[in-house]
């Protein structure tokens, strides 16, 4: 499975952009998908992740209420909704796909090769 994230790039606080990742290579849709996201100098963050119907979802606790996560298996693609940008939502934003471990906060077996996200004030 291939990975591509797009749809990062620079906006005000304030403002709004909505990430995608495409998977290519095989079917992602019985697979548990998430975004992370890794700000210069730190570590990798969880930021929200994705049942593989869509029917759950989950986020980081300070994320909750701007961030949403979905997905359309149909496409093979799942989405991150970002609103209300802060400065400290930059960083580069990564998805993954297939969890392989208990916590969906934990460790994915695809990853992509992140998108820019920044946010100025």
């Known amino acids: 499975v291939q990975l591509q994230a797009f749809g990062g790039g620079l906006v005000q606080a304030g403002g709004s952009l909505r990430l995608s990742c495409a998977a290519s290579?095989?079917?992602?849709?019985?697979?548990?998908m998430a975004w992370f996201r890794q700000a210069p100098g730190k570590e990798r963050d969880f930021v929200a992740a994705?049942?593989?119907?869509?029917?759950?979802?989950y986020y980081a606790d300070s994320l909750k209420g701007r961030f949403t996560i979905s997905r359309d298996n149909a496409k093979n693609t799942m989405y991150l909704q970002m609103n209300s940008l802060k400065p400290e939502d930059t960083a580069v934003y990564y998805c993954?796909?297939?969890?392989?471990?208990?916590?969906?906060?934990?460790?994915?077996?695809?990853w992509g090769q992140g998108t820019q996200v920044t946010v100025s004030s």
């Open positions: 993954a796909a297939r969890q392989i471990t208990s916590d969906y906060r934990g460790n994915y077996a695809y």
């Open positions: 290579g095989r079917t992602v849709s019985s697979d548990n």
């Open positions: 994705v049942s593989w119907s869509g029917g759950r979802s």
